[in-house]
């Protein structure tokens, strides 16, 4: 039945449970998950579904790194090794990263952490999964047909996407594939808005909002403005492959940079629609794990509105080599998101500072998040400059450059799992195989992208399956490889802990003794969340009624001038 | 409802600042395009936010001092379970299978998404089956 909810009683009133509660005699075994519209449920199939895809992701990666291991490698031919690469880096950024960040645990946690029942339009949701799944299967489905998967590189650029250089049905699933998990992106860019904007409980304005909601309000803010652009290229694409228009090819009158100009139009706030979600992350694990409130919070929610506002204005810094680029224009913009990015940077080492640091699995993957993100960015801030630019684009230094970023989101996004997922599933991970899972991935990540820095600047290039003319390389080629190794080394133990912890370590409501709603309510929650709710006075609910002693203090300065113990609120 | 519109203004009045620059500067007009869109994008739902939050009394979400009992009574409509987004995204797919292998592939796509349209709009009204 459609249930008619009535809000969530007072916390201290011990509430009886909904009359509605368990009254959904709905379908059962496979029937319950593909019907459930529940947000848990649902951001727990992202949550599988976007992982498998990182591992699919990451056995391409190792046939590349250990092909790249000898310089005449003979693992792949050309062709495939061309089909590889850009499977790897689509299923990555639009498979995994992607759907990972602003699908699995936004959907988990952010209805959570404002108080809500579920997310504004259930159905929608359920509904943004299926096609992204459906979307997954289309893409990759492409290895099955006669001429194998796309192969124009993630970012099919014109002329080579076009129906002469790049025939057969591979290239048209891709196609179609991101069509499907383009229209699920905007649904839950709307969901997510929708739902923050109407479904925050009492008292939680939108300046209490934990930081992770405030992150994925912007992200789904982006969302909204990037990824239409994307479909609509998408479509002239495949218009100009099937139906004859000529909008990329100069023969018939078209503008091949066009595409360009339309990809990274999507492509760069891309990158921080995938960044955001994981900033979030970061900024809640830091502050719990220190015992702190976050510092500077204002300032990390401008932070981020700046950040986004700039994404939208620095899009053809991937295109200076190009040479019909304004540059310094999208020079200028690029070095300006330094900025906000250096707040942040500084608002977490402030949040760690002088904290009573508990270094769990969760806070060391978020302090190797920092670590590595640090080092994509400042290398982000050379790319930005043309002239450097020259000189490395379409070398392996801008390959290490995004690997730097992308492979700190995988450590954030790990720490996001050993966070959360004890909130959903109601089991701890195991800490110490967590722990050498974490120096596995750490010293694997840097291993495998300092090399590339060097082989960048000596002049390799990207997107070759073979460098038999200069084998000096072959050294740092191999370092790379190790480091590959290990860190898929880390993602093997990682399911070795899921295997070992299953249903071992009961979690409890709290274990980390956190600061936002989600940890108020029970592990796993109940269908829609919340039998009872904590008076919400400052940005840490949770915390303050759990340390009644200590007055709620907004942002962690003064006390509120109301400050209620939330156990003597009125009973109504 | 105030900050939510503010927001979506500042973005949106952002883009406009950035797109006549860039209109003024540049020789191309796509980006100049696309960031007037992204600005329309932001100020046409903001404004629009902007003039409600004028006209309507704060909510308890809004209000720093709200206690739970102020956000007593009916929150929403939540479905249940439902069959018909799985339906639609199916036919969606064959939508799209149809793209790649032929157009006979439309007859069962656009058959399930007709289907799950009539389907899901029923339900709603009818406050959900299963
Ligand atoms: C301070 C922030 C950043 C700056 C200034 C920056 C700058 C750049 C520049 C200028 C390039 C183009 C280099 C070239 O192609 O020659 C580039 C490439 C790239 N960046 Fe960043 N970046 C930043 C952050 C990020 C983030 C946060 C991500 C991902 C989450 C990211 C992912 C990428 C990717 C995927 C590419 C490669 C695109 C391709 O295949 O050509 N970057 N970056
Ligand atoms: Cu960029």
């Not at chain 1, 099919?156 to 290239?171: E, K, Q, V, W």
């Not at chain 2, 046409?44 to 956000?71: C, F, H, I, V």
């Amino acid at each position: 039945m459609t249930d008619l909810l009535e809000a969530p009683a007072p916390a201290p009133i011990p509430a009886p449970v909904p009359a509605h509660e368990e009254e959904h005699h709905g379908p059962t075994g496979i029937l319950k998950w593909m019907t459930s519209t529940d947000h848990k449920v649902i951001g727990l199939s992202y949550t599988v579904t976007s992982v498998i895809m990182l591992v699919i992701g990451g056995i391409f990666a190792e046939i590349i790194r250990v092909q790249l291991s000898t310089p005449n490698g003979s693992l792949v031919s050309l062709a495939q090794y061309n089909e590889l690469f850009t499977m790897h880096g689509s299923v990555m950024i639009y498979l995994f990263a992607g759907p990972f960040a602003f699908g699995a645990l936004a959907n988990i946690v952010v209805p959570l952490q404002i108080g809500a029942p579920d997310m504004a339009f259930p159905r929608l949701n359920a509904m943004s999964y299926w096609l992204y799944l459906f979307g997954s299967i289309t893409m990759l489905s492409g290895f099955f047909t006669a001429g194998g998967a796309a192969n124009f590189g993630w970012v099919a650029y014109a002329p080579l996407s076009n129906s002469i250089n790049t025939p057969g049905a591979g290239a048209d699933l891709w196609i179609g594939g991101l069509l499907l998990t383009g229209f699920s992106a905007i649904f839950t860019g709307v969901n997510l808005c929708a739902t923050v904007f109407y479904l925050r409980a009492p008292g939680m304005t939108m300046f209490r909002m934990p930081i992770f909601t405030w992150n994925l309000m912007v992200t789904a803010i982006l969302i909204l403005l990037a990824f239409p652009v994307l479909t609509a290229g998408l479509v002239m694409l495949y218009c100009d492959r099937h139906f004859g228009t000529h909008i990329f090819s100069v023969a018939g009158g078209g503008v091949p940079v066009l595409w360009q100009h339309i990809f990274w139009f999507w492509g760069h706030p891309e990158v921080y629609i995938l960044a955001l979600p994981f900033f979030g992350m970061v900024t809640e694990i830091i502050a719990v794990f220190s015992r702190k409130p976050v510092f500077g919070y204002k300032g990390m929610v401008f932070a981020t509105l700046s950040i986004a506002a700039l994404s939208l204005g620095v899009w053809a810094h991937h295109m200076f080599t190009t040479g019909v680029v304004l540059l310094p224009f999208f020079s200028i913009m690029s070095l300006l998101i330094a900025v906000p990015t250096g707040i942040k940077m500084f608002n977490w080492i402030g949040t760690m500072w002088r904290g009573e640091i508990w270094f769990s699995t969760a806070m060391l993957m978020a302090i190797g998040f920092l670590i590595t993100f640090l080092v994509g960015g400042l290398t982000g801030i050379y790319l930005a400059s043309p002239p450097l630019d020259f000189f490395t684009h379409d070398t392996y230094f801008v390959v290490a450059h995004f690997h730097s970023i992308v492979m700190a989101l995988v450590l954030g996004g790990m720490a996001g799992l050993y966070y959360w997922g004890p909130k959903i599933t109601g089991y701890l991970l195991n800490e110490t195989i967590g722990k050498i899972q974490f120096w596995f991935l750490f010293i694997g990540t840097q291993v495998f992208t300092i090399p590339l820095y060097i082989l960048g600047l000596e002049g390799m290039p990207r997107r070759v399956a073979m460098y038999a003319h200069d084998p000096q390389w072959k050294l740092l080629n191999d370092v790379s490889t190790l480091g590959a190794i290990l860190i898929g080394v880390s993602t093997v133990l990682f399911v070795v802990n899921i295997v070992v912890s299953w249903k071992k370590y009961p979690a409890g409501d709290n274990p980390w003794d956190a600061h936002t709603l989600e940890w108020f309510t029970t592990s796993p929650p109940p269908h829609h969340n919340f039998y009872r709710l904590p008076q919400i006075r400052s940005e840490r609910p949770t915390w303050d009624y759990n340390h009644p002693g200590h007055q709620a203090a907004p942002h962690g300065h003064h006390p509120a001038p109301d400050a209620v113990p939330a156990d003597e609120v009125p009973v109504p | 409802m105030k900050v939510e519109a503010k927001i979506l203004l500042g973005l949106g009045l952002f883009f406009g600042l950035m797109f006549a620059v860039y209109w003024r500067w540049s020789i191309e007009d796509a980006g100049g395009v696309m960031m007037f869109a992204g600005m329309l994008l932001c100020l046409l739902p903001g404004s629009y936010y902007y003039w409600w939050s004028r006209r309507m009394k704060a909510r308890p979400e809004d209000n720093p001092y709200a206690t739970q009992t102020q956000g007593a009574g009916v929150v929403g409509a939540f479905p249940g379970s439902s069959i018909w987004p799985f339906t639609m995204a199916f036919g969606a797919f064959f939508v799209v299978l149809a793209l790649v292998f032929g157009v006979w592939f439309l007859v069962p796509g656009l058959f399930l998404m007709v289907w799950a349209m009539f389907g899901g709009t029923a339900e709603g009204r009818r406050g959900g089956k299963v």
